[in-house]
């Protein structure tokens, strides 16, 4: 069964920087794609970023620059490290598995965490 866990999540002020992580169940990480997606208050969802099985990665244009996706296979962990925060990034933050690979943030996921909140105060 796979599983994903999502923490990191918390509260920092505009400029700041966070690090999710996101554990996943043993021979996830190996998916075909990976990917983080956030949903802000009233909004829909929205990609954040992704990461092939291969490495390529792929990210919203919203936090290009700013947001950096990894992962490390032997512990099997999902990372978005987040800089330059903006009140804007405010959302639950959501890590996903797919199956089938990804070449960008528009595809179906087949698995989800449950999410850890990012609150970015001005």
């Known amino acids: 069964q796979v599983q994903l866990v999502e923490s990191g999540g918390g509260s920092v002020q505009d400029g700041g920087s966070l690090r999710l992580s996101c554990q996943a169940s043993?021979?996830?990480?190996?998916?075909?794609?990976m990917g983080w997606f956030r949903q802000a208050p009233g909004k829909e969802r929205e990609g954040v970023a992704a990461i092939h099985k291969f490495g390529a990665t792929y990210y919203a244009a919203a936090v290009k620059g700013r947001f950096t996706i990894s992962k490390d296979n032997a512990k099997n962990i999902l990372y978005l490290q987040m800089n330059s925060l903006k009140p804007e990034d405010t959302a639950m933050y959501y890590c996903?598995?797919?199956?089938?690979?990804?070449?960008?943030?528009?595809?179906?996921?087949?698995?989800w965490g449950k999410g850890t909140l990012v609150t970015i105060s001005s």
């Open positions: 043993r021979d996830t990480i190996g998916s075909g794609c």
């Open positions: 996903a598995s797919r199956r089938a690979a990804c070449f960008g943030l528009d595809y179906v996921m087949d698995y």
